[in-house]
């Protein structure tokens, strides 16, 4: 099945939202990152870590070395989403199941728990109302 596109990019942008980068600087990056590629694992994955860094910063995510720190997470976020790691991640959306979502997540470099329950919080439907 796989993850959407929209997810893809939620993670990737998540995975930016980090080392006091807020949520809302990186989600206003997204138009970038899609333009760019840098959402798609496969065209990620052909990258070295010094090519995504300055792929990043073309794509308005410009933050010195931290730029280089985040670029091998990101990597492995593509591989864990490449090789069908993360796609439970969908199954647990849909039951709501948090504590099932974050642990999957935080299996991968560079989310734990604080990336982990951003993403739950980006990525989780909207709770009913009553």
């Known amino acids: 099945m796989g993850l959407s596109k929209a997810q893809c990019l939620e993670l990737v942008v998540t995975a930016l939202a980090t080392y006091s980068y807020s949520l809302e600087k990186a989600w206003g990056l997204r138009d970038s990152l899609q333009s760019a590629g840098l959402c798609e694992p496969a065209k990620v994955l052909k990258m070295d870590e010094q090519t995504l860094g300055n792929s990043l910063k073309t794509a308005g995510y410009d933050r010195g070395g931290i730029t280089y720190i985040i670029a091998p997470r990101l990597l492995e976020l593509m591989g864990a989403i490449q090789t069908g790691t993360l796609d439970a991640l969908?199954?647990?959306?849909?039951?709501?199941?948090?504590?099932?979502?974050?642990?999957?997540?935080?299996?991968?470099?560079g989310f734990?728990?604080?990336?982990?329950?951003?993403?739950?919080?980006?990525?989780?439907p909207a709770k009913p109302t009553s």
Do not use: C, I, Y
């Open 90 to 109: 969908e199954k647990h959306l849909k039951s709501r199941d948090e504590k099932a979502f974050r642990s999957l997540l935080e299996t991968v470099k």
């Open 112 to 124: 734990g728990p604080t990336a982990s329950k951003l993403a739950w919080e980006l990525m989780s």
